[in-house]
């Protein structure tokens, strides 16, 4: 059974920094895609930045472009989203999410992602 176990959130000023960490497990292929996605209050769940595991290749929305670095530990079977220069726009609940290789090529439709994490609130203030 394919478990996403999220890490604790976070309230931080803007400008500040927060890292997320996706815990993965039950998952036995060695390629596969992960990404994060948010939802903010009263709008759509949005692709924030995706990786390909197995390559490496990494994704990014333009909004956090430069500053969110989606990264993943292979021993540790976690993937981290580690962010910085917060803006209060980036205020959200946060979900990992994985599904099959091929789904990269549109990373941030959140319709080709298999399992999801409980999500984890991310707050900034101005």
């Known amino acids: 059974q394919v478990q996403l176990v999220e890490s604790v959130g976070g309230s931080v000023q803007a400008g500040g920094s927060l890292r997320l960490s996706c815990a993965a497990s039950?998952?036995?292929?060695?390629?596969?895609?992960m990404g994060w996605f948010r939802q903010a209050p009263g709008k759509e769940r949005e692709g924030v930045a995706a990786i390909y595991i197995g390559g490496g290749n990494t994704y990014y929305a333009d909004s956090v472009k430069g500053r969110f670095t989606i990264a993943q530990d292979n021993a540790k079977n976690t993937l981290y989203l580690q962010m910085n220069s917060l803006k209060p726009e980036d205020t959200a609940m946060y979900y990992c999410?994985?599904?099959?290789?091929?789904?990269?090529?549109?990373?941030?439709?959140?319709?080709?992602?298999?399992?999801w994490g409980q999500g984890t609130q991310v707050t900034v203030s101005s």
């Open positions: 999410a994985l599904g099959p290789p091929h789904i990269i090529w549109a990373w941030a439709s959140q319709s080709g992602y298999n399992y």
């Open positions: 039950g998952y036995t292929y060695s390629s596969y895609c």
